[in-house]
């Protein structure tokens, strides 16, 4: 007890920094790998970080050779493994626009303009069954992406909305790319998912969506051509055949609510929490 107490009072505000950031690493480490489908090989590395230095300690040099060399392949493997994860962190850092500033000034009648031109074009959409796919821009910059399309840097109206999505014309097919109150491109092509635990039964127009929402920040909203039922993404997750309160407040919380909220993580809890 007295040793505990001894301890605790020369512990300084640096060693409890130190503990804790070891503590967070250490936590988020394991986390990850929990749910990771390198588990096994991340086992074996494991299991050779014990069984190195015990080879050494008993001087077993044919032994530790091998296992030096096996550790070696072993990182190889594991940067190949993990290759996925690795180029989604890469490709999210480079996405990321200390540059890319917003024009939106949120509570203004400007959005609730554009909340409602978007709502109606959306459930205009959805009456007729006109597949429709438009990513909202948030922190990240999208700029690959509205260059894979057509640029157009228009007004957002539910008319022009309409009219690109209309099939057989030639903006209709992929993504409108929206930033703030503009229409920055049409036509653009979108990373797709390549989750395969999603059912069978969702289409590549939302798997493009879901693959956009893992990359990067943005805001996916899909009407389906075949159902008409609207949906979104948000972190590669998606919410399918929402009602158009829930549009609403989706857009709501895109061009209403204060700067300072993070739309990402409240809307996901949000939803988190009526599943
Ligand atoms: N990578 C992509 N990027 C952007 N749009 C895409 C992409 N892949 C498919 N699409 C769009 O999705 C359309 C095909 O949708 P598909 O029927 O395969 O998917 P779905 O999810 O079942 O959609 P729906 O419910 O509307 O039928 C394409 O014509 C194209 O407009």
Same mark, same amino acid.
């Given at each position: 007890m007295g040793q505990i107490k001894l301890i605790l009072s020369n512990l300084g505000i640096n060693s409890i920094i130190d503990i804790a950031i070891v503590y967070y690493v250490f936590y988020k480490g394991f986390m990850l790998i929990r749910d990771m489908r390198a588990k096994q090989l991340l086992k074996g590395i494991f299991l050779l970080i014990i069984l190195i230095p015990i080879a050494e300690i008993f001087e077993l040099h044919m032994v530790k050779w091998i296992l030096d060399r096996t550790f070696q392949v072993g990182i190889i493997a594991l940067v190949v493994v993990f290759q996925p994860e690795i180029r989604r962190a890469l490709e999210y850092i480079g996405r990321t626009s200390m540059f890319s500033f917003s024009n939106l000034d949120k509570?203004?009648?400007?959005?609730?303009?554009?909340?409602?031109?978007?709502?109606?074009?959306?459930?205009?959409?959805?009456?007729?069954?006109?597949?429709?796919?438009?990513?909202?821009?948030?922190?990240?910059?999208?700029?690959?992406?509205?260059?894979?399309?057509?640029?157009?840097?228009?007004?957002?109206?539910?008319?022009?909305?309409?009219?690109?999505?209309?099939?057989n014309t030639p903006l209709?097919?992929?993504?409108? &790319?929206?930033?703030?109150?503009? &229409?920055?491109?049409?036509?653009?092509?979108l990373p797709l998912t390549d989750n395969n635990l999603l059912s069978k039964d969702i289409g590549t127009r939302h798997r493009a969506a879901i693959g956009m929402t893992e990359k990067s920040d943005s805001i996916a909203l899909i009407v389906s051509e075949e159902t008409g039922y609207i949906s979104y993404a948000i972190d590669g997750r998606l919410y399918r055949n929402i009602q158009i309160e829930e549009l609403e407040h989706l857009l709501s919380s895109i061009y209403m609510e204060s700067e300072k909220s993070n739309i990402f993580d409240k809307w996901r809890y949000r939803n988190e929490d009526k599943k």
């Open positions: 509570n203004s009648a400007t959005s609730e303009y554009v909340i409602k031109e978007i709502v109606s074009a959306t459930s205009s959409l959805a009456r007729q069954k006109i597949g429709a796919l438009m990513i909202f821009e948030q922190k990240i910059g999208l700029n690959d992406i509205v260059d894979s399309g057509t640029k157009l840097n228009a007004e957002i109206s539910s008319g022009l909305l309409i009219n690109i999505f209309i099939p209709h097919d992929g993504a409108v &790319i929206i930033k703030d109150y503009s &229409i920055l491109a049409a036509g653009c092509f």
